[in-house]
């Protein structure tokens, strides 16, 4: 579990650096439950996420979020746009995720 320890405070680090806004009316994208990618991590998302970090975007009809939302339905995770409201989890702006190196986990690029 130590390993866990370690992940938390990284989340909490790439928090404060993209996931500070309340992204509240914003959208995010459900999807049936799947494990984070990364090997030993036992976290299971059910929401497209980045570094355990809710994907939002401003707008529905984003392309990225439905270009995301189409990979999703193609590896059958059942995706569906929903209204992110913050008790789903902490959030992340996907155009900061993307400005911040794209990390896929809570362990920070150099
Ligand atoms: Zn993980």
Redesign the pocket.
């Known amino acids: 579990m130590e390993q866990g320890g370690i ?1 938390l405070i990284q989340v909490e680090e790439l928090r404060a650096d993209f996931g500070a806004d309340d992204h509240g009316g914003w959208f995010c994208v459900r999807t049936d439950p799947f494990p ?3 090997n030993g ?1 036992d ?1 299971v998302a059910e929401f497209m996420t980045a ?2 970090l809710i994907l939002v975007w401003e707008l529905r009809d984003d392309p990225n979020l439905l270009r995301h939302a189409e990979r999703a339905k193609q590896v059958g995770r059942n995706p569906r746009v929903t209204s992110y409201v913050r008790s789903f989890g902490p959030s992340a702006s996907y155009y900061a995720w993307e400005a911040a190196g794209r990390p896929v ?2 362990v920070r690029g150099k």
């Open positions: 992940e984070c990618p990364a991590c976290f570094a355990h986990h809570a």
